[in-house]
T-cell receptor, first 112, second 116 residues
């Protein structure tokens, strides 16, 4: 059964810092990996989707990398801003049923 | 923009009541999903559907059922609500895997259900 782990569970950084969020998964036979953002009490917003054949995806200040063989992904946020404060969730699609399995998330606080 | 809507943002029900949670998407997506999100447990898949009238059990289907009579609508049913079903319920939809990078799951705003 696929398991997804995110480290750290919480992170607090001053504004302007570059930061990295980590995601690992146990079964490397994935179809794709997706990073989401969730604001308190709200639904999830998709940030980036990386296909299993890709190594990275970029969107603005965000860069996500994927190393499928080692079961790892990182989300890099450049020049962090207070508006980036949210919980970031990593999820993979795997298995014959093509299910999305989520990590528990990293709660990010960017201090002004 | 894709829009996934859920019928209620907040819901309070009594133990034993039958509860319907509705989800509608406007992008003609084949796949639809119901998750629940609990502190410390993350998001867990309850049921999903890859076509009208089709359904598949997720990781935690016990105590729930679903209905998909139309492509755009996916309903989650709690036949007899219990206090351990108090949670945040999230609906999502997407295109099937293999559609060239368009498989992004789009989520609704969530329904926070309290069962007393």
């Amino acid at each position: 059964k696929q398991e997804v782990t995110q480290i750290p569970a919480a992170l607090s950084v001053p504004e302007g810092e570059n930061l990295v969020l980590n995601c690992s998964f146990t079964d490397s036979a994935i179809y794709n990996l997706q990073w989401f953002r969730q604001d308190p009490g709200k639904g999830l917003t998709s940030l980036l989707l990386i296909q299993s054949s890709q190594r990275e995806q970029t969107s603005g200040r965000l860069n996500a990398s994927l190393d499928k063989s080692s079961g790892r992904s990182t989300l890099y946020i450049a020049a962090s801003q207070p508006g980036d404060s949210a919980t970031y969730l990593c999820a993979v699609i795997s298995g014959s049923a093509r299910q999305l399995t989520f990590g528990s998330g990293t709660q990010l606080t960017v201090l002004p | 923009d894709v829009k996934v809507t859920q019928s209620s943002r907040y819901l309070v029900k009594r133990t034993g009541e039958k509860v319907f949670l509705e989800c509608v998407q406007d992008m003609d997506h084949e796949n639809m999903f119901w998750y629940r999100q609990d502190p410390g447990l993350g998001l867990r898949l309850i049921y999903f559907s890859y076509d009208v009238k089709m359904k598949e059990k997720g990781d935690i289907p016990e105590g729930y059922s679903v209905s998909r009579e139309k492509k755009e609508r996916f309903s989650l049913i709690l036949e007899s609500a219990s206090t351990n079903q108090t949670s945040m319920y999230l609906c999502a939809s997407n295109l099937p895997t293999g559609t060239g990078g368009l498989e992004t799951q789009y989520f609704g705003p969530g329904t926070r259900l309290l069962v007393l």
